[in-house]
Structure formats: C-alpha cells, structure tokens
C-alpha cells in the first residue's frame, strides 16, 4: 500500500482489552469471547487496519487492499459504512457518536488505536526479532523458547482467509516468508541442539506449506530421523524427487541430496534435550504451575475444540480417564489464550488438597492475598483472567460451589477445569477427552497413529536413538494397545526403557497396575505409578458404585445393561438401581458408552477392567450397599 499507511502515533488505550489475530481465521477477543467482525469486505476493511495499527491507513489504502482494481463508485462511502458497523461492535457500550476509541477518524482515513502487542502478526515480529538477538549472543535456548512460541502463533502459514479477503498479495507475501524464514531457523536450531522432537510438529507443518522448497525438506527429513522415522524419511525423499521432476524437471539440489545419504548411512544426530527458559515476563502474568515443555501429541483437534469452547462461554471442564492428558490439554490451551486476558493465567493444581479451605488457598496462593482470605470473588474483582482448576474430581462438590460464585460475581473471569466428572453447574460446557487411538493389528503404518507416535518420543528421550522400524513395530503396538493408547500409561512404558528391554516391557502388560513403575520425579503424587493414578478414582467412588464397579470384573470389556444388571445379582436392595449406578461410573470416566441401533452399550478400557478384577480379588467381602 505505498504512500497509504502513515507513522506510529501516540496511542490512547481503549477502554476494552482487545485482543487480534490475524494469522489463520481473523477473530477479535475481549477476553474470552469472540466478536462478530460481520460481512466480509467488512472484515476485510477490519484486518487491513489490524495490519498496522497505530498508524493511519488512507481511504485510497483502503479501497486499493479491499477491492484492487474493481472498486465500485460507492466504495468510498462504503468504507464508512463498515467502519461504523465495526465501532459498534467493537465499543457497543459507547453511544454512537463517541464510538472512536479503537476505530480513530484520522484524515486521510482511518487508525486502528490498539498496542501492537495486541495484534498477533505484531507479536509475532517482535519475539522473532528477540530470538535473533539471543541468536546472535549464543543463547540458543532462549532462542528456541522464543521461537517455538512465535511460529506457534500461525494457525493458518497459507494465510487463507487473507488472500480470499484482500488484494494486496505482496504484503500477504511478505508476511508468509517472515513465518518460513522464523520456523526454518526454528527446526535448524532445533536439529542442532538436540530438540527434534520438539521441532518435529513444526517441520511437518513447513514441509506440508512448502512441498518444493527444498532445504524446507531437507530439514524435515533430517527431523524424521532424528525422531525414529527413518524409513518415512527415505520414502518421502522419493516422493520429493518425484514432484521436483514432474513440477519443476529439476532433480534434487546438493543439500537435499546430502541429508539423504545422510539417511542411508544412518547416522546418529541425538543430543539432550534443553530445558524450556522461563516464558517473558512482558506478557500477561501466568501464575502457578507453568504450561508445560514441549507439544502435545497428535491433539490439535482437542485442542480447537477446547479454544472454540472457552470463546463462547466461560466455564468448560475437562473430564476423561485417568492419564488421558487433561491437564496437559488445558495447559496448552491457556498458553495459547493467554494474550486474550489482560489479567493473564492463573492456574491451581488441585490434586493434594483435601477439602474447600486448602482449595481456596491454593488458587488465591499467586495472588498474594492476606492469610486466612476466603473472599475469591473480592481477590479477583473485575479483571480479565483465565482460572484453571485442575485435577479436582476428589473434590467435586466444593469445586462446584467455588467456580458458581466465581462464574456469578466476576463477569470478565474465563475458568477451565479439569475433572474425571463434571461439576454439575447448568452453564458448565464438558469436553470429553479420550484415549489416544491406537494402531490395528497387524501394524501396517506405524508412524501414522498417535499412541505409537507419543510411545516413540518419549521412549527417545530414555534411549536415545530409539528409531519404530521393522523390528520393533510389532511390540510397540502391542504396548499401545495394551495400555489402550492412554498417555501417562504410555510415558511410563516408555520411561521403563532406562532399565528395561521392549520385550521386557511388553511382559509387564499383563498386570501394567503394579509392574510398569518407572522412577518418576516432579510429577503430582497420584501421577507416580498406574495404580496411584487409577486408585484415585476409585478413592471418589460411594459404596454403592464400588460395589456395581468391582462386579463388572465378571463381565468382557464390552457389554450391555442387562448383562450388568445380571453380575450384579438379585437386586441387593430396595433402593439400588444398577442402571443409575452405571450412569455415574460413566460421569466419572470408569466406563464409555455408547447408543445405536443395537441399544445402549458400555466399554471398560482394558486397566479400568484390571483394576476392577483387582478390586474384586481384594475386597469379596464388601458389603451390599443400601441404596444407589
């Protein structure tokens, strides 16, 4: 846009926190919730502002980046139409005339009157500028860190909903080379120092966006081998030989041909894993338990879904079995949110407290509230922040009652709670979260399933080296399968490998409860071992759900109402119904069900079903509960 966008001036904040993201679907927040931007040319006049805000875009600007050379007679008078449109969204408490906060008159045109902080394409900018700075003095950690964090922030690199949107492709361009050039430095000083596996999701991604750039794919290829993939690795090199010969009649360059025979001669690159530096301290305060090192594995739809979720209401909980990865999910999920609230994150690991005082102490913990406060609501006020409560299935009730009055007196507070049964509150959304799948038998394409996938990286970071080949494919799956693709099961098979051989591990998989026990430091206490972590919910469970829960041990993993209705025995007493009981053994995450043609059917996860035999075994002598 030459001679349209004007200099910075002095900004004046808004009287709303907003907060814009322009790289993938353009959306603005004011805290958790979405905004409405309207038709497109309306969004399109919208995200021309956002590229540079606090700076004057002309009207010409304008009608060149929304229509190029098509603009109607009436585009002039259209650009002032949306642009009020837009004040009212974006201000609907103002009254009309003095809606100018964030949308500024500013002849020749208009200024969006946000901080570049707010903006992500800006954001982007400035950590990739920081990242070339540590660079530059040698301090790749920070580098990665910073990184890591920036190339993350591109949920679309084709830029998609821009280019349908605007017609200024040499500025979309620019936009796109600044993401490849900041991710390529990423995965190459993520190869150098040992990060492959944490590198590996972002040079999927650039390989994906990229397909004939050909140190793009050379680095992905060095990124397989360097995460176990070795044959993938060979077979994409063909299948990118291939496309360069038929797109472009070019066989491969020097550098790509080198890291292929790099791959044939197989060697070894592995060195240890960095530990992540603390996040800026510029950004949002995130308080309590950090948000986790590396990526999650294969859970971007999980993910989305818990975004897409926290953007329309305030309250979402998190259930699913044990180890299926709830805490890690809410983690990630605040860490990408966390920019949306002014107030930033506040997180209270929940799992050793034993009763509502210890719960409230926990959260107002970061805070720096006086000794012996119990007025959440009063500490938390009218900010912007984003509450997470984790790992409270242990104390449901008072977690209920904290997060009603939460939700009722701070109108601006967002709250994720992690759970293995929902709270019960009316306006509460629940994500499900369920085990990682796992692969068939036999296993035709390993690589491709996220159970083996998360086995390998883990198993990686205890015997580095370890590749998925022909020899170990089958065993592998097998510990998958076994451990019904549920992660923490998965890392601790994994982490086995220190001392133990596969074959050795997969031995273990016919009492993984009380045999896969690897040593397992920072971590919360019922996260140690298997059985710690199952015993949990079994410490949650009445009289009555322990005795249905146990029984069910008779049964095969699949299996009906009636079949339950028939281990149970004679009705016990007047007030049980095993159905109900079933209902909350589902709400609690020790039972899947399901409802089709056939009827309503229930499914144990294989530990769950092992864990109930145990039960049984251990306790025959229970007593028969008087009423559900």
């Known amino acids: 846009m030459p001679g349209g966008v004007r200099g910075s001036v002095r900004m004046v904040a808004p009287k709303t926190t907003l907060h814009v993201e322009i790289l993938g679907q353009i959306l603005v927040r004011r805290g958790a919730s979405l905004l409405e931007l309207g038709p497109m040319k309306q969004r399109a006049v919208f995200a021309v502002l956002a590229l540079h805000p606090g700076q004057i875009v002309s009207i010409d600007a304008l009608l060149d980046a929304v229509w190029g050379e098509h603009a109607p007679t009436s585009a002039r008078h259209l650009v002032h139409t949306y642009v009020a449109r837009l004040r009212q969204v974006l201000e609907p408490e103002q009254p009309p005339r003095q809606r100018a906060h964030v949308i500024e008159s500013a002849p020749p045109g208009y200024r969006l009157m946000i901080d570049g902080g707010q903006v992500d394409v800006t954001r982007f900018g400035h950590l990739v500028g920081q990242a070339r700075t540590h660079l530059d003095a040698g301090e790749s950690a920070r580098a990665m860190d910073l990184l890591g964090e920036a190339v993350r922030m591109w949920r679309d690199p084709m830029l998609t909903e821009l280019n349908t949107l605007l017609h200024s492709p040499h500025e979309i361009e620019a936009l796109r080379r600044g993401w490849l050039e900041a991710a390529l430095v990423y995965v190459t000083t993520g190869l150098d120092h040992g990060q492959a596996p944490t590198v590996l999701p972002t040079a999927e991604r650039l390989a994906e966006a990229e397909p004939l750039h050909e140190e793009v794919q050379a680095r992905y290829l060095a990124v397989l081998d360097q995460t176990g993939q070795r044959a993938v690795a ?147 006020g009218d900010q912007e922040i984003l509450v997470i409560l984790d790992n409270v299935e242990h104390l449901v009730d008072a977690c209920a009652t904290l997060a009603d009055r939460i939700a009722r007196a701070c109108r601006y507070v967002s709250m994720i709670v992690t759970s293995r049964e929902p709270l019960g509150l009316p306006y509460e959304t629940v994500l499900r979260l369920g085990p990682l799948p796992v692969p068939d038998a036999p296993v035709s394409t390993p690589w491709d399933n996220a159970a083996v996938e998360l086995f390998a990286r883990r198993a990686a970071q205890v015997q580095p080296g370890f590749r998925i080949g022909p020899e170990n494919v089958e065993p592998v799956a097998a510990i998958c399968r076994g451990l019904d693709g549920l992660p923490l099961a998965l890392e601790m098979a994994a982490a086995s490998l220190a001392t133990d051989s596969l074959d050795a591990v997969v031995q273990k998989l016919d009492d993984p409860l009380h045999k896969i026990r690897p040593p397992r430091r920072g971590r919360p206490a019922h996260h140690r071992s298997l059985l710690t972590a199952f015993e949990r919910s079994v410490a949650c469970l009445s009289t009555a759900e322990r005795w249905v829960f146990q029984r069910l041990a008779k049964l095969p993993r699949d299996f009906g109402p009636r079949e339950a209705a028939r281990v149970c025995g004679p009705k016990p007493a007047a007030d049980l119904d095993v159905s109900t009981v079933l209902s909350r053994l589902v709400d609690k995450s020790l039972l899947l069900v399901t409802h089709g043609p056939g009827g309503t059917r229930y499914r144990m996860l294989r530990i769950v079903h092992l864990l109930a035999a145990d039960l049984l075994a251990t306790e025959p002598n229970l007593p028969l509960p008087l009423q559900a």
């Open 234 to 380: 060979v077979e994409r090199f063909g299948d990118i030989r291939a496309r360069l010969n038929y797109e472009l009649g070019i066989d491969p360059g020097p550098a790509l041909a080198a890291t292929y025979r790099e791959l044939l001669v197989g060697g070894e690159h592995q060195q240890p894993v960095r530990a992540a530096p603390s996040v800026d301290a510029a950004r949002p305060p995130w308080r309590g338990l950090g948000p986790g090192l590396g990526d999650l594995v294969q859970r971007d739809t999980d993910l989305d879904s818990l975004l897409r979720i926290l953007s329309e209401v305030r309250l979402v909980t998190v259930t699913g079995p044990p180890g299926c990865g709830k805490s890690a999910l809410a983690l990630h999920g605040a860490a990408r949110v966390r920019d949306a609230f002014v107030g930033g994150v506040a997180v209270a690991d929940l799992s050793d407290t034993v009763d509502r005082a210890q719960l409230i102490g926990r959260l107002l913990e970061p805070f720096d509230a006086p000794p012996g406060t119990d007025d959440v609501p009063a500490v938390l």
